[in-house]
């Protein structure tokens, strides 16, 4: 049974969907079974690993609205073995369908539960939001993964976000667990930088991942060819920061012993 883990900040720009598909694409080339779910109406993770979600004729969103079985849509992409549950525009009107359904918290687990079994890994991929389709992400997830830009306003919301995930836990999904806080969009040039993830490390302490993901050009130029930063350049530095970062995750989940040798070497690298 696969592990769900919900990709969420509200806070835009801070590194969500790059996270959410290079995670994938990193634990993928390390021969685990990954699903991505787009549970954002950009559908920015859909066109990050190369579709066109113009050509997306059913999506997520008919899987929670609709009841459309998520296995006659999920998607294989270039990268072996990751699969994509794909998101489109009309994502958008789910806030407002899902308002007078009963269990309406919990629909999109009710979509995962039926592929679950299917995958080692589940990510979702959520809007900069709190909103109800985040609130569903979150009561299906096992766990949350929470991206923070190492910029000045690093904690801005953080609080609000943590007080939203104990509320789930309170009601909706006690067994919900952070995963982890992940610093990105590093400059190992400013004092700043430095400075924000010093203070980030010093409040949030163990929850903190030890992989810190620099900014990086190709990180950047991946999405636009559809690719995975692993399938675009995978000596990049954002390629290794990805693939330590799988290694943590890995690690907290007590499934590093499965890694062929080879693999787990490439993770070491740096």
Known sequence: MGKVITIANQKGGVGKTTTAINICGSLAVLEYNVLLIDADPQANATS??????????????????DNVNPA??????????LDI?????????????MINLPNRENMMQQVISTVKDNYDFIFIDCSPSLGLVTINALTAADSVLIPVQCEYFALEGLGKLLN????????????????GILLTMFDTRLRLAKQVVEEVKTHFQQMVFKTIINRNTRLGEAP?????????????????NYL???????????????????????????
């Open 244 to 270: 330590n970062l799988a290694r943590e995750i890995l690690q907290k989940n007590n499934m590093t012993k499965t890694i062929r040798t080879d693999k787990f070497n490439l993770l070491n690298e740096n």
């Open 164 to 179: 939203t995930i104990k509320i789930v836990q309170s009601r909706l999904n006690p067994s919900l667990d952070i995963e």
């Open 224 to 240: 636009s060819f559809g690719e995975t930063i692993i399938m675009h350049d995978a000596g990049s530095t954002g390629a290794i």
């Open 85 to 97: 549950l794909p998101a489109h525009i009309d994502l958008v009107g789910a806030e407002i369908e």
């Open 48 to 65: 990050g690993v190369g579709f066109n979600p113009k050509n997306i004729k059913t999506s997520i969103y008919e899987c929670i609205i």
């Open 72 to 81: 006659d849509i999920i998607l294989n992409t270039a990268t072996p073995n």
